[in-house]
């Protein structure tokens, strides 16, 4: 399977501003990337922040029919009115939904949510990527899209999962501490972490459009 990541970036590395997490930090040009990046995946991951600040259906911009919409929870606050809910109903067939959480929902959890949402329990010990890709390959899922937040790339980084990053630096420095990040977690080592190598760039504007391959070093020193 090939996992890639698609993020907008600012100079200092925050994905966007604590006192608004639905302000974008970039522009409409790399909206439109988004959406066309997202036309290569048929299943795309969100954690449940990124799912609350942005809770439609993920498609890409020349997709017909919806990828498979897949989220990863710990608390269940996912709001059933939400859109990718609703219009996930409306559509015909039902876009597909895939919830992960590390305990079991319960029945009246599940009881808020339309009847063709799919729950799993991606276990409650240890990184649950290896547990979602063993599904997601199960399903037949060719290309999976990572849209964050910085935790849920942190896990898929600790994984060792990301095969590719499509990153637009955005030239804004937002500086809060409590700011969102790229990759958010304990951290790696130098000599453990991920290296990139430049695929392409591409500047729009103001804006540096970088499609990156991502490395993982086979030993530590």
């Not at 930090?25 to 990337?33: C, F, P």
């Not at 290569?40 to 498609?59: M, S, W, Y």
């Not at 919409?69 to 219009?87: G, I, N, R």
């Not at 060792?160 to 951290?187: F, H, M, Q, R, S």
Request: net charge negative.
């Amino acid at each position: 399977m090939r996992i890639i990541a698609c993020f907008a970036a600012t100079l200092d590395g925050r994905i966007g501003s604590a006192t608004n997490l639905k302000d974008r930090v970039g522009t409409a040009a790399d909206l439109a990337h988004l959406l066309t990046v997202r036309n290569q995946a048929d299943a795309i991951l969100c954690g449940g922040e990124t799912f609350r600040q942005h809770p439609n259906v993920r498609k890409g911009s020349q997709q017909p029919v919806a990828p498979l919409q897949c989220l990863l929870t710990q608390s269940f606050q996912l709001p059933p009115q939400a859109k990718l809910f609703q219009d996930s109903v409306n559509s015909d067939p039902p876009v597909p939904v895939l919830i992960f959480s590390p305990q079991a929902a319960s029945p009246e959890i599940q009881a808020r949510y339309p009847a063709h949402v799919e729950w799993l329990t991606a276990g409650a010990a240890g990184n649950p990527v290896p547990r979602i890709l063993e599904v997601l390959e199960a399903k037949g899922v060719n290309t999976l899209m990572v849209e964050g937040g910085g935790h849920i790339m942190n896990l898929f980084l600790q994984a060792k999962a990301i095969n590719e990053l499509y990153l637009t630096v955005c030239p804004l420095l937002l500086g809060g501490k409590d700011d969102p990040g790229l990759v958010t977690g304990a951290g790696f080592r130098v000599a453990e972490a991920p290296r990139t190598e430049v695929i392409s760039a591409e500047w729009q504007g103001a804006e540096l459009y970088l499609h990156l391959n991502v490395n993982y070093p086979t030993s530590a020193d």
